[in-house]
C-alpha cells in the first residue's frame, strides 16, 4: 500500500502550458474584428440604427419651428444656432447605446463564449466602442444633410463641417468609456440606459444648444457657462458657421483627452475583472 501510493506521488505531472502573450498589434487587429461584428449586427438588425437616422430629422424640425420664430425672429436665421445644437444632441446621446448594448452582450453570456477564444480579452470591449462611431458618422451626416435642406447653408465651408463633425465624433467615443463603464457595472440594459439619460438631459438642455444662455436665470447661467457640452456646441458652431478654430474647440478636445484618460482604464479593469 505504502509502495502505492509512493509511486503515485512521485509520479511527475505534465508541465501546464503558459499562456501566450498576445501584443498590442494582435489586439488592434481582433478589436477591429470585433468591431466588424457589430457592424455585421447592425446589418441583421438595422433598427438599431432608428435613433441615428430619425432623432436628427425629428428633433431638427420640431425645434426650429417651434423655437425659430421666438429666438432668431425666423427659421432661416435659428438655423445656424440649431443644428450645431441638434447635432452635438444627437451623437452624445447615440453614445449611450454602447453601454446598453454592452450589458446585453454580457447577459446573453457572448462574452463568456469570448473568453474562451485565444483573444485578447479587451478586444470586444475596444471593437463595440469603435463600431459605434459608424453610428456617430451617420448621426452626423444626416443632421447636416436636414440642416441644409431647411435652407441652412454653413459659412465655414466643407472644411468646417468636416472639422465640426469629425470633433463631435471624438467627443462622443470619449463619453462612450463612461457609459461603457456603466453597462460594465450596473446589472440591467434598462438600468444602463435610464441612468444615463438621467445624466444626459441636464448637460443638453441646460446648455446652449438650444437658446442663448443670457436668457436663462442668472444661476442657471452659471452652470451653462461651465457645461463641456456648452463648450463643444460653442467650438462647433464656430466651426461650421465661420471656420474659427477658438478656445471651445481647445477645451472640448481637453475634456474629451481627460474623460478617456480618467474613464477607459477604469472601464478596462472592471471589465477585466468581471470577465
Known amino acids: 500500500m505504502t509502495t502505492a501510493v509512493d509511486t503515485i506521488t512521485r509520479t511527475p505531472t505534465a508541465p501546464v502550458p503558459a499562456a501566450r502573450s498576445i501584443g498590442l498589434r494582435e489586439t488592434l487587429t481582433q478589436s477591429l474584428t470585433m468591431a466588424y461584428r457589430g457592424l455585421v449586427k ?29 429666438i432668431s425672429g425666423d427659421v432661416a436665421s435659428y438655423l445656424p444656432i440649431i443644428i450645431p445644437g441638434i447635432l452635438v444632441q444627437t451623437v452624445i446621446t447615440a453614445s449611450v447605446v454602447t453601454g446598453t448594448q454592452l450589458r446585453e452582450d454580457m447577459d446573453k453570456g457572448v462574452f463568456d463564449r469570448f473568453k474562451s ?20 458618422a451617420i448621426a452626423t451626416t444626416i443632421t447636416f444633410v436636414m440642416g441644409y435642406a431647411m435652407g441652412y447653408r454653413p459659412g465655414g465651408g466643407i472644411v468646417g463641417v468636416v472639422a465640426a463633425g469629425l470633433l463631435v465624433m471624438v467627443c462622443a467615443f470619449a463619453i462612450s468609456w463612461i457609459f461603457a463603464l456603466m453597462g460594465v457595472v450596473m446589472s440591467k440594459a434598462s438600468t444602463v440606459q435610464g441612468v444615463s439619460m438621467l445624466v444626459l438631459f441636464p448637460l443638453t438642455f441646460m446648455s446652449n444648444a438650444f437658446v442663448p444662455a443670457h436668457t436663462m436665470p442668472g444661476w442657471m447661467q452659471a452652470f451653462v457657462n461651465v457645461n463641456p457640452v456648452s463648450h463643444l456646441v460653442t467650438a462647433v458652431r ?25 474613464f477607459a482604464p477604469i472601464a478596462v479593469r472592471t471589465y477585466m475583472r468581471k470577465t
Not at 485565444?118 to 469603435?130: D, E, F, M, T
Not at 466651426?239 to 483627452?257: F, Y
Open 117 to 136: 477564444l485565444p483573444i485578447a480579452r479587451i478586444s470586444p470591449l475596444a471593437g463595440a466602442l469603435l463600431s459605434d462611431v459608424v453610428r456617430y
Open 42 to 70: 447592425v446589418k441583421h438588425n438595422p433598427e438599431q440604427l432608428f435613433d441615428v437616422v430619425i432623432q436628427p430629422v425629428i428633433f431638427t424640425v420640431m425645434f426650429t419651428y417651434i423655437f425659430g420664430g421666438a
Open 238 to 262: 464656430e466651426l461650421v458657421n465661420d471656420g474659427h478654430v477658438g478656445m471651445p474647440l481647445v477645451w472640448s478636445l481637453v475634456g474629451a483627452a481627460a474623460v478617456v484618460a480618467i
